[in-house]
């Protein structure tokens, strides 16, 4: 398939996928359209890319289906000003749709592959905005601390106390709590004198590892 045909695909991913379940901030339907999400994937997965699922990028890891990929980076409601922590870079697609709409992410793998695998996408992509740094995310990253808006991508036993300790005041985190195959997309957000939570959706993603994350029971 030519370039030109992924874009097409990837126009009618918006438009079935993502339109059609009642997203419709224009900045996020523009990150969307613009970014080209085959190119985050292994080239002989190239024709499922902009399927309506999860896609298998190596190492066991998936790039989350792109409806909750838009459901999450639209919980964070960004304006454009912000510095945004994301944890499990993967294939760095969540990172560049971050990066479109906000300041700069910084974004933490665990795997040194993938971690060296997005960097190089994002790269030759001529993403700049993007900070990919390999170590346990469950920890955050404490010397870019505090962040406007934090988001999780794999599944954690409950939301990591370093995340909510360097997350700005008024800011917002999104992260997949609860078991093996089964969690619940939690929202956070910090007032003045404290955190608000609330409850999304159920969602299933692979579990994050580390300090923070699932140890020997997944
Ligand atoms: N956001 C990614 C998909 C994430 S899949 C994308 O857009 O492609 C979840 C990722 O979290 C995996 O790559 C996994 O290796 C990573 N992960 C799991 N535990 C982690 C930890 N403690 N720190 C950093 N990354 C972790």
């Known amino acids: ?61 998936t790039i989350s289906q792109p409806y909750i990929v838009a459901l999450m980076t639209n919980l964070l409601k960004l304006k454009g000003n912000e510095r945004v922590l994301e944890i499990g870079t993967g294939s760095g697609y969540q990172a560049a749709i971050l990066a479109e709409m906000c300041a700069h992410v910084y974004t933490v793998e665990r795997h040194t592959a993938l971690s060296e695998q997005a960097a190089r996408t994002l790269k030759e992509l001529g993403i700049t905005n993007v900070t990919v740094r390999q170590a346990d995310g469950s920890l955050g990253w404490p010397e870019q601390a505090p962040f406007d808006a934090i988001m999780v991508t794999a599944a954690a036993p409950a939301v990591p106390e370093p995340l909510l300790n360097q997350l700005e005041v008024g800011g917002r985190l999104v992260v997949p709590v609860g078991q093996p195959g089964m969690q619940t997309l939690q929202l956070w957000q910090r007032g003045e004198s404290g955190f608000e939570q609330e409850m999304i959706v159920p969602v ?11 140890k020997k029971d997944w």
Not at 33 to 49: C, D, G, N, Y
């Open 1 to 61: 398939m030519k370039e030109e045909d992924y874009t097409r695909q990837r126009e009618r991913m918006v438009a079935t996928q993502i339109e059609s379940r009642q997203l419709r901030n224009p900045r996020l339907l523009a990150a969307m359209r613009k970014i080209p999400r085959h190119k985050f994937i292994p080239t002989e997965r190239w024709h499922v890319a902009y399927d309506d699922r999860p896609v298998m990028i190596g190492e066991m890891q």
């Open 204 to 214: 299933s993603f692979v579990p994050l590892r580390g300090e923070y994350g699932f």
